[in-house]
């Protein structure tokens, strides 16, 4: 048993991580709460599920452009300054986001633009953050530091949710915002306790600008085991997203309005939670990139659950057994996700050299922010066709067929090992 504990040793031996991971994981909890939020407050002022789904894609275009470029910069400037600068304009975004509540905004394109602020700080400061990770802990703790970083987001997921339902039950969304704001302030400390992390000396890109982008996707063009981790998750996450589904079936199918809905995100969470607090074994699996694609259908089995539990409910069976058959699915796909992010995350960090870790990880914050975005925006408009319990689904199914269509083409993915790194 204790060998399938999480390894807490970049915790216990590392002071700049720990602050960084507690910093972070507050931050998480605030994020996920507006994320709630946002979604309940443009349904309520519209009553449509493709408005929820506009969320995904004033979110997409800051998180595509500005991750890139984020990236970019990543390799050329101090990493710690980037994302203090970057989490300082994602913290005023919450704070307007409260500010637009007591106010009582009833216009949803307040809400989008202030979407846009935060994701493009976001995009900016995510992959300084995680390409500061491979320079204060050793290789071989990496594996334990990003399963140390996916139990803080599912925890994130889990507590976010749970405490905007509570809020917003009782105060209503100016609480809930006014709550993450607070809280944000959390990753700051983090940061500005951190030492530079400058590039190397004789590592910077050799390119500058948006020609040093134009670089690292040379080298992701020629590094066809670090491609995998992003075409494998923009296949799971545009086919088989659930999150723009969630407030209609809070709302209208299983009932319980907010609640049921922070219920439904958090129970992703807590899967991915006890996949996590189970991690410990996870640094010894060699074939990462099966691990990955076997993750992945686990994520699409899920969601495809989720969707046989909404088109069940009020017929076989009640709103309270579909909403139990709902968590349950949210739950298998929570945990498969959290495996599938540890391995595609440990791939980028040690297949990658340090003075490209910038670039990719502006890709990997696209793919990973961005690909939910546009399922977001797919899924929104497909459900207000032919409903929120077939498009989860058939989404699920799509997502299942997809991983194995890339495991009879990518023969090198899926022997990959970890031993020997190779992008």
């Not at 998480?28 to 443009?42: D, K």
Request: net charge positive.
């Amino acid at each position: 048993m204790r060998t399938l504990l999480p390894d807490l040793t970049p915790l216990r031996t590392n002071p700049a991580y720990r602050r960084l991971w507690v910093g972070f994981a507050l931050a998480g909890v605030g994020s996920q709460m507006a994320t709630v939020a946002i979604g309940l407050q443009v349904f309520e002022l519209t009553g449509s599920s493709a408005a929820v789904g506009l969320v995904g894609l004033f979110a997409l275009v800051p998180l595509v452009t500005l991750g890139l470029y984020g990236g970019a910069l990543a390799d050329q400037v101090d990493r710690r300054i980037l994302a203090l600068v970057a989490q300082l304009v994602a913290w005023l975004s919450a704070v307007l986001l409260a500010l637009q509540a007591f106010l009582g905004n009833t216009e949803v394109w307040v809400l989008y633009a202030l979407v846009a602020l935060f994701n493009g700080a976001f995009a900016v400061m995510s992959p300084a953050r995680s390409s500061i990770y491979p320079r204060i802990l050793p290789r071989e703790q990496l594996p334990a530091a990003n399963a140390l970083g996916v139990l803080a987001m599912n925890t994130s997921l889990t507590a976010g949710p749970l405490l905007a339902g509570v809020l917003i039950g009782r105060w209503g969304f100016e609480a809930a915002y006014a709550f993450d704001a607070l809280i944000t302030t959390a990753a700051l400390w983090g940061l500005l306790r951190l030492g530079p992390i400058r590039p190397e000396p004789g590592e910077g890109p050799r390119l500058k600008g948006l020609r040093s982008v134009v670089e690292g996707f040379g080298f992701l063009r020629r590094s066809p085991n670090v491609r995998m981790t992003f075409v494998s998750d923009i296949y799971a996450m545009v086919l088989a997203q659930p999150r723009v589904l969630l407030p209609a079936a809070g709302t209208v199918i299983l009932g319980g309005g907010a609640t049921t809905v922070g219920n439904l995100y958090a129970a992703a969470a807590v899967g991915g939670i006890v996949a996590m607090a189970l991690s410990g074994r996870l640094g010894a699996v060699r074939r990462q990139g099966l691990a990955i694609l076997v993750s992945i259908v686990g994520w699409g089995a899920g969601i495809a659950g989720l969707g046989v539990a909404l088109l069940l409910a009020g017929g076989p069976l009640n709103q309270q057994q579909a909403f139990w058959a709902a968590m349950a699915g949210m739950f298998v796909a929570g945990a498969a996700d959290s495996v599938s992010a540890v391995y595609r995350t440990t791939i980028l960090q040690t297949a990658a050299p340090d003075h490209m870790r910038g670039r990719l990880q502006g890709v990997f914050i696209v793919v990973v922010a961005g690909g939910p975005r546009v399922g977001d925006i797919i899924g929104g408009v497909v459900a207000d066709v032919i409903g929120e319990g077939w498009t989860a689904f058939a989404g699920g199914l799509a997502c299942i067929a997809a991983m194995g269509v890339l495991a009879v083409r990518a023969k090198g993915f899926v022997a990959y090992d970890a031993r020997h790194p190779t992008p």
